[in-house]
Structures are given as C-alpha cells and as structure tokens.
C-alpha cells in the first residue's frame, strides 16, 4: 500500500522499491561468506526522544544509549566506501537527529563519493534550520516515521506529546525543498494490528501525503507481534535477509546480525578492533549463515526472534 505525492505511478525507484530490493537476498549472497553488500546502515546515536511501544529501543535501559564516536564513524564512512557500499543509511535505532554531528556525517559521505545518503527520522526535531543544513550537505532522501493519525493516538504510541510539531516539520520540509530536485522526502506508517488499519494509513496519508514523493504502510512488527505467529513466521523468512543484504553497526561500534536489535547476542564484529570486511566474514557471522541458509536456526539467536508478526 503505497501512493506518489500526487497521487501517480512511481516513475523511479522510491524507497518502497529500495526496501523490497534490501530484503531479497540473491543467489550470488545466499552464501556463509558473501561479497560486501553495496548497503550499509550506521547507528549515528542510540538514544531517542520517543517511546514507540513497537520499538525494540524502548525496552533497553538509558544507560545503554549514547553517540557514535565521530573518528571510528569517520573510519567506517571511508571503509564503506572503499568497498564499494552505495547506498549508506546514517541511522539505525535512534533517532539520528539527536546525534549534533549528522550534517558532518552526511557532508563528508557524499564528498568522498558515496551514492546514496539517506537518513529515517520521527520528525520531532526536523526544523527548517537543520533540515537546510542537510540538504547542503547533499542528503539524498529523508524517510519521516509518522504513526499516528491525531494528537491522542500520537501520545499512546509514542508517550511524547508532539504530534503537531512532527505534521508540521513534515509540510516544513517539502516546502523547503521546493523546486530542488534532491533530497527525496518520504513518510512511512506503522499498520497497527487492528482491523482499521486501512482507514488509518488513508487517514495519515490525508495529513501528509501531499508534501512527500512516497508514503507508505508498514507492517505491525516487534514485542507485541511476536507471540503470535512465530515459528511459521521464522521458518518462512530463512533466510533473513538482514544477514546477507545490510550490515547494520550500533553506535558502539558492532555489527550486528539483527537489523530489529543490537543486543550482543546479535554481535559479529566489533569495529573498534577489526575492519568492516572482517566483521562481515567473521567465523560467527559465517556461521549463522550455515543456520540460516539450512533453514534450521535451533540454537543460534535467531531462534527467539522478535522481528516480524507477517512474511
Ligand atoms: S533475529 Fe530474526 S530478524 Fe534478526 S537476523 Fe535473526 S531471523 Fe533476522
């Protein structure tokens, strides 16, 4: 489920087409050690000013949050690059926002050459002032996460009141964009499990739709999901894409097999002390591979995963 701005066919590949790509693993990665994959995501910050009950983020204690160190997000930019990554997400679980040193991120990705720089926000923080200084440093799209459909719902989902505020810095954006090409502005929206959740994709994308280029449903996932359908769910997901197509590195420097969580039971590398490629074929990441690609995941950490209610 998903619309243009203007209500049209989607001429070139949004971020709906990115995600589908993200998530098919290729006969040429469907290997224990596979090449880089020409994506990558960087956790720029831990930490977040919202508390969505669908978020894994929620549920970890705020000690455990903090910034990336910028020399080792340095490293890693100019490492993804050298191999050959295109398309480079500066955000992860946290709220990238938050981290104060983004716009230099971003500025020095695109001036070493990389592609595609894209960042997901909630928008709380999205003034017209900070959203200008990422759009000269060359960002090349911005995917807003809006939940909800009024102030209320907003409250309960995220336990922040600011659901005004995000509605508002969503318009601000396209307005600033204007005429320019770039970046791509976009919007996605969590499907909550209920039956309305049709009516309340069509209520959000009356809000917002207009003043981005895509906007689209996400399907419920997470905590509350889990339970229900899970070893069908595992057995028809094997093997997870988030092992093949899209390293993900937490803002303390580990990759992690999980694109849903960097719990350490996740960990395969530890960038502080070894080099993306490393990480990447370690023995651990190689074995979890095997699992995966045999389609049995009994006694790895992929057996309680949290990821995805639906295929
Ligand atoms: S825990 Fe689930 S989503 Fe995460 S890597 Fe394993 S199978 Fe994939």
Redesign the pocket.
Known sequence: MHWTANGGVVTEAGIVERVAETRRVEPSMAVERPPFPTKLKIEVTGRCDLRCSFCTLTYKPRSAKGDIEPALAFRVIREARDLGVRDLGLFWLGEPLLNARLTEYVAYAKAIGTPYVFITTNGRLASTTRLRDLYDAGIDSIKFSVNAVDAQEYRRVTAVDAFDRVISNVRGAWELRGARAQPKLYASTVVLDEPDGERRFEAAHRLIGAYVDQHYALRQYGIQAAAKHRAAV?LA??P?W??FTEPHISYTGWMS?????HDPK?YLGDLTVSTLIAAWHSERAAALRRAHLAKD?AGT??A?????AHA
Not at 257 to 261: I, K, V
Not at 304 to 308: K, S
Request: charged content about 10%; hydrophobic content about 45%.
């Open positions: 595992l997901m094997l997870c988030s092992l097999a999980c694109f849903y969580d996740y995941v950490p992929c309680d995963c949290l990821a995805y």
